[in-house]
């Protein structure tokens, strides 16, 4: 049986990964911390944590280890809850990017706000991420877009596909068009993510295969403020159709960058139950609204 004090040390430590500091938080010695942690990973018979030169980083294991201890301590606090009558005290956790959350899902957030069946919390976080805080048991679900055949330890179900269009002033000559080809950007400003983001590394490389040159005009991150930049005039922004363009611009899809696919996500091994399972099917119920201009692509499916 693995040990509860070191399973509670361990979900700290996770969330500092700097032994000082976890030591700190838990009012343990650091050699104290140490010793729970090595008793732990002799249960396990795997390392839970690993260094890479002064970054600490968990290890697969490790990562199944965290998720098993959040899962025990957040049943242990719902049986408190239950057997005192009290609210449920424990959040469920949506991790979702940032475009997701202002466009794909406020009125699933906001009707879940209302019911109020448990606090909210919600992690705005990349795929990347996301995924990570799936797998290690810090969120319930997650809702990003996916490649065919990524992630295949999760659970997915389909809620949108989302193309790609170009945000630019009303008054600019590119508005007149209905459609925006890539060699229409020739030349153009652009307002894209910073160097590394997916999305930016997307448009790089359909601009660079169709040998159309462009040059950055912001580099902003978040849907939000690359919109705001178009709006102000500083470049033209390429954002996914789920968001609308702001008042004094217009949008013209970019059939040429292809469209994303957004996923309901959860862990094979632990379905959502309780308010994460009334989250998810917020999330995933029929007629759901999403973001302003976007349309209901039908029942949510599930992917096996």
Avoid at 39 to 52: C, I
Avoid at 104 to 110: D, H, K, R
Avoid at 147 to 152: F, K, L
Wanted: proline share 10%; charged share 20%; with cysteine.
């Amino acid at each position: 049986m693995l040990d509860h004090d070191a399973l509670t040390a361990f979900i700290t430590f996770a969330d500092h990964l700097n032994l000082t500091h976890a030591a700190r938080a838990l009012h343990l010695s650091q050699p104290a911390l140490h010793a729970r942690l090595q008793r732990l990973s002799e249960q396990v018979g795997a390392p839970l944590y690993t260094r890479q030169g002064r970054r600490l980083l968990l290890t697969e294991a490790g990562a199944q280890v965290l998720a098993f201890a959040r899962d025990t301590q957040g049943a242990a606090d719902r049986l408190l809850d239950r057997i005192h009558g009290r609210d449920p005290t424990l959040p469920v956790v949506l991790a979702s990017g940032e475009g997701a959350l202002l466009y794909l899902l406020p009125q699933a957030l906001a009707a879940f706000a209302q019911e109020r069946p448990a606090p909210l919390r919600l992690l705005t976080a990349d795929a990347d991420a996301a995924l990570r805080a799936l797998r290690d048991g810090s969120a319930h679900l997650a809702v990003t877009s996916l490649r065919d055949g990524a992630a295949p330890d999760l659970a997915r179900t389909h809620l949108a596909s989302a193309g790609q269009h170009l945000v630019l002033p009303c008054d600019h000559p590119l508005a007149a068009r209905d459609v925006i080809a890539l060699d229409d950007l020739r030349d153009q400003p652009l307002i894209v993510p910073p160097l590394g983001r997916p999305h930016r590394e997307h448009i790089a490389r359909a601009l660079r295969d169709a040998d159309v040159p462009w040059h950055v005009a912001v580099e902003a991150s978040g849907w939000e403020t690359m919109l705001r930049f178009a709006a102000l005039g500083v470049g033209l922004a390429l954002v996914n159709d789920l968001c609308p363009p702001p008042p004094g611009c217009v949008a013209r899809p970019v059939p040429a960058l292809g469209r994303r696919d957004y996923h309901l996500l959860h862990r094979r091994e632990h379905p959502p139950t309780g308010p994460a399972a009334r989250l998810a099917a917020l999330i995933q119920r029929p007629g759901r609204a999403l973001g302003p201009g976007v349309t209901d692509p039908g029942p949510a499916k599930a992917t096996p």
